[in-house]
């Protein structure tokens, strides 16, 4: 499943993102890219719902995609509720942390105390962020990377939407899944 990023014109923008994955995945691994509810005025209890479905409705192995906001939500879902459903792979591509510079300081933009240990146990968890991009830091990667024990960091380039091509993620996710 791929959640996508947040903001005006999102969906648009990262549908491409989308539409690369499915495509470089290839067959056998069906992509759901489940609308976000009021994605100009993005906000985590809104969309807490619509993840959750996403979640429950897919078929193992389980793999979780977030761009940009939607990977902060994703990681915020996973570390805060119970997830009944195994989770193989978490990727997160170009998400904002909380705190992460005063950018990224309002009121109730976090994560739960510890929430790296809290993410499903099994499940790989691996960061991209490309050093070209001009809208989250690059240095939020690493800052979920700290917190995150076990997550594997990788480097692109392409901006925020990664050049629209996903095809390290879906390598990525190939060689985990199989």
Known sequence: MFIQGGGAGARDADAKLADSLARDLGDGFPVDFPAMPDEDNPDYEGWRPAIADAITRATAPVVVVG????????I????????EVPIAALCIIAA???????AWVFEGFELPERFGERLPADAAVLLYASEDDDTIPFAHRDLYAGA????????????????NDL???ANDIRRIVG
């Open 67 to 74: 761009h940009s906001l939607g990977g902060y939500f994703v």
């Open 148 to 163: 995150i024990p076990g997550a594997v960091t990788r480097t692109t380039s392409g901006g925020h939407q990664l050049g």
């Open 76 to 83: 915020r879902y996973l570390s805060s509720e119970p997830i």
């Open 167 to 169: 095809r390290i993620v």
């Open 96 to 102: 904002p942390f909380p705190s992460g510079d005063p």
